[in-house]
């Protein structure tokens, strides 16, 4: 697989919206949806080029994440009496698959019609320190109900840990176009993960109530993003997974993670998932050096991430819901983003 091209996929809905792919990473170069007034924009960060997303300076733009999203405490964890060891790639811990994570191959490119893509690939017994060889499937739809439909699947014949989640960044006003600060946020969560200085879970379950990690009613981004608190201070930001309520559901049986509404083009994103937690990041350390699609830098906080997800470390964390997957059993993960005019 990995001698084949990088390519393009275009996907369309019958309501103008238009999504890119490349089979690289399952990178999401372009979305573009429209504004109250039905100008379309392009709402995710990224590159025109998709070679350019092999860059060493490694921001996730709207990649597959995996084998495991997030964190693993010094990259290491235990299954049936083996110790295994992960690459370390952020400071002394596991970040976002590794080295060459999902996010850094080729996918091979399945099912392609006009509104839908698929990638496949088999991740090798022990790529990246990871036990089994795992066969992954993901699925993306453009529907007419202006929702990109993220579909995961994955077996494996060794035990072994997965989480995936899809990593782009999103700025509603059009990507380039200043910061997130007076985008309005709703996450359907009471509680979050508390973590260490790290970024690694302490194994608490914190409440939101009283910290400014409480979306529970929906407020500006930027208004306690500076807030004197550890959990805000540690990260530069919000940086955070965040337990979800698993009510309400939409008509597919997804739990409501989050809604987002851009104050001034209306445009409004919803998230609807089956799995536990979500990751909310506000683009701590983008830092205005990177040049984007419109020719406009990237700034510090000039997106929001949301990751569904399982939660960070959980390997290694047995009070949080388990990770590891059985070679008789199958991965499966939903994850609907969809696009709307909040009126």
Known sequence: MEDQFI????????NGIEAIFTNYGQRLMSLKVPDKNGKLDDVVLGYNNPLDYQSSNEIYYGAIVGRYCNRISKGTFNI???DYQLGINNGCNHLHGGLKGFHA???EPRLHTKNKIGFRRVSQDMEEGYPGNLEVEVHYSLTDENE???????VTDKRTPVSLT???????AG???GTIDDHLLMINAEKFTESDSESIPTGRLMNVAGTPLDFRTIKAIGQDIDAKHEQILNRNGYDHNFVLNQFPKNYSGLSFAAKVVEPKSKRMLEVFTNEPGM??????????KDIGKSGEPYLKRGAFCLETQHFPDS???PNFPNTILEPDKQFNSTTVYKFGINN
């Open 7 to 14: 390519d393009t996929y275009h996907l369309t809905n019958n």
């Open 279 to 288: 990751q909310f990041y506000s683009s701590n350390y983008l830092n205005g």
């Open 315 to 317: 390997p290694n964390r």
């Open 166 to 172: 899809h990593h782009s960044y999103f700025n509603l």
């Open 105 to 107: 191959v080729i996918w």
């Open 148 to 154: 990109l439909v993220i579909s995961y699947k994955a």
């Open 80 to 82: 049936d009496n083996r």
């Open 175 to 177: 990507e380039g176009n």
